[in-house]
């Protein structure tokens, strides 16, 4: 059986990398400049007791394809299979990355949003309120630190939960 599809897609530095590390036990690349990841990583991960295939994709502001990462995040999106497409958004920068949030839901792939980076947002006075943003948005979200291993658990619950909720995608033709 083919394990299902988990897509990390969000702007460039919003720590999709590190969170692809962090649940890969992997080494991609990660560092605070724009285009660091251009191509798609691929790495099975464990997910609370089960298997999943994680794709970290590169960081773009849009899914207009006017440069190589958006292209490559572009026709990934549109022409793999898809199991569940993880919106890693920066709670910092939270206006920034919901123009991408608004394209990806666009797409009718499973959606569910990650508030990344909380700490530096609590650290700067701002409150989040992750159900007015689900409300808002009509899709799940939660609010983690992806350098914070103490979120690992609760963060790969969730996953699985919703990985568990949908059907496992066909590859569109």
Not at 106 to 125: C, F, H, I, S
């Amino acid at each position: 059986m083919d394990l299902p599809v988990i897509a990390l897609a969000g702007n460039p530095n919003v720590g999709k990398s590190t969170l692809f590390n962090l649940l890969t036990g992997g080494r991609q690349h990660t560092s605070n400049w724009t285009g660091t990841t251009v191509a798609c990583a691929h790495a099975v991960a464990p997910l609370d007791g089960q298997r999943v295939m994680l794709v970290d994709l590169p960081g773009v502001y849009s899914l207009n394809p006017y440069s190589d990462e958006e292209s490559a995040t572009r026709d990934f999106l549109l022409h793999e299979r898809v199991d569940l497409l993880v919106n890693v958004v920066d709670a910092a920068n939270l206006e920034r990355n919901l123009y991408l949030t608004t394209q990806l839901l666009e797409t009718g792939l499973p959606l569910v949003v990650l508030l990344n980076k909380t700490d530096v947002a609590a650290q700067r006075g701002l409150r989040l309120d992750t159900i007015a943003l689900h409300a808002a948005l009509g899709v799940p979200v939660m609010s983690s630190t992806a350098t914070g291993a103490a979120d690992l658990p609760a963060l790969t619950s969730w996953l699985a939960r919703q990985i568990a909720a949908r059907p496992v995608a066909e590859v569109c033709a």
